[in-house]
């Protein structure tokens, strides 16, 4: 099933961390991802568009109000704080997306979840930041 297909866009720096990470570890969702993003330099990346270490909000259904996040790598996750792994089902739904795009995904235990992208906070290539 391609989950990805059309209107995801990484920058070129964070595609070539993202083959070397699937080396290491392994995944189907970020496999497919890679495979079928748009990649571009960092200095053309749109600045609504979610990349690695982005801060944003997302409106998940139901909810009294939005959650921020920064999408990270395993090593600098913490769910509790907000630090979510693009290697989690979340952060691989999310990386690439822009504001006011829908991330779906399926967790480890089979359940479905869903959230909009209400807001990008910061986006390292939009502050100037081109290597982080």
């Known amino acids: 099933m391609n989950l990805f297909h059309g209107g995801r866009t990484l ?6 961390r993202l083959h070397k ?3 290491r570890a392994p995944s189907d969702t970020l496999d497919e991802l890679l495979a079928w993003a748009d990649t571009v330099d960092s200095r053309a990346v749109p600045s609504d568009v979610i990349t690695m270490y982005s801060q944003f909000e997302v409106q ?3 909810a009294d109000r939005p959650r921020r996040l920064t999408l990270c790598y395993p090593d600098d996750a913490e769910p509790s704080a907000g630090f979510i792994s693009v290697l989690s089902p979340v ?4 990386l ?4 006011g ?15 909009r992208v209400s807001a990008l906070l910061f986006q390292p290539e939009a502050s100037g930041d081109y290597t982080t």
Do not use: F
């Open 60 to 62: 998940e259904p139901g």
């Open 21 to 23: 990470l699937v080396d």
């Open 101 to 115: 795009d829908t991330a779906r995904w399926t967790g480890p235990g089979g359940q479905r979840g869903s959230a």
């Open 91 to 94: 952060g691989a739904a999310l």
């Open 96 to 99: 690439g997306l822009r504001v």
């Open 11 to 16: 920058t070129q720096l964070d595609a070539v």
